[in-house]
């Protein structure tokens, strides 16, 4: 995520309004022509059936998060290339991954084969929209999301509530986004990227464009917004975890870095059950 403030309809970013199908179609397209390259650079550090809640390098198998997995039926909801998927099917869970980008599930897809050769399971995905999932009411023990999904949506109080449709009463619902504060800041892994330049209750989207058409969007919600958005739908807020970033991970990814780290959480997990 990266802020410029530019009113200028052919500056590269902006800071403007995008609505929901404008968002949807502009990351789809996004993420299907950056599918291999995000897998070139972050697929090291992912892996391919491990589970990663952020750049902090926070895992699934030390949090613990998702509750018990095994036996249970997950759904992914911006899985990508379904890594974390991958991970809580080797955990037991009987899970299904979702993305908007044919691109990233062409990838899950590729990885998968390779999967189903070396442990026999296998992880279906499905191409479709989070805030329009194509499953029944209480489908689900568990709905999950590791960067996927909210910041890329223009009505993330309508994912909210697909996320409570489709859980079981008792269902836990469990994503990580970066974290709120984050969008006063520059998108800068230095030092400017410790000045606060915009307002945390500026909601405008942050649109990358091509001479006015957006190739890129996403959407701010403060930490209020978020818990209001979970508890109009009946999820309770069980959890709200902000990794600290570890003096082990030395890596620089966008606008996370050791240094910021230290300082400012860059990620924030939401941690819901479904009353």
């Not at 995000?38 to 892996?47: I, N, R, S």
């Not at 489908?139 to 590791?146: K, M």
């Not at 989207?205 to 957006?214: H, L, N, R």
């Not at 240094?259 to 860059?266: E, V």
């Amino acid at each position: 995520m990266s802020e410029t403030d530019n009113s200028n309809d052919l500056a590269t970013a902006a800071r403007r309004h995008a609505d929901a199908a404008e968002t949807a179609r502009a990351n789809r397209t996004w993420w299907d022509l950056e599918a291999e390259e995000y897998y070139a650079e972050h697929g090291g550090f992912l892996g391919d059936d491990d589970f990663v809640w952020g750049p902090e390098g926070l895992r699934e198998s030390s949090a613990r998060l998702l509750g018990q997995v095994r036996g249970r039926r997950l759904l992914e909801i911006g899985a990508g290339a379904a890594q974390c998927s991958r991970y809580a099917a080797r955990q037991g869970g009987r899970v299904v991954a979702t993305d908007i980008s044919r691109g990233m599930l062409r990838r899950g897809a590729d990885l998968n084969r390779r999967f189903t050769e070396q442990s026999g399971l296998t992880v279906p995905l499905v191409q479709c929209d989070a805030t329009t999932l194509p499953f029944a009411d209480g489908a689900f023990d568990t709905v999950f999301t590791s960067y996927g999904a909210v910041p890329f949506v223009a009505d993330s109080a309508a994912l909210m509530a697909e996320a409570a449709r489709v859980l079981r009463p008792g269902g836990r619902f469990v994503f990580s986004t970066t974290h709120p504060i984050r969008w006063a800041l520059p998108d800068d892994p230095g030092y400017p990227g410790l000045v606060v330049s915009n307002s945390y209750f500026d909601r405008t989207p942050y649109v990358e464009q091509d001479s006015g058409v957006a190739t890129y969007v996403e959407h701010h919600r403060t930490l209020g917004d978020r818990v209001r958005e979970l508890t109009a739908t009946g999820l309770h807020l069980v959890d709200l975890v902000e990794p600290e970033w570890p003096p082990e991970n030395q890596q620089v990814w966008g606008g996370w870095s050791p240094l910021r780290g230290t300082l400012i959480p860059g990620t924030a997990i939401f941690v819901c059950d479904n009353q």
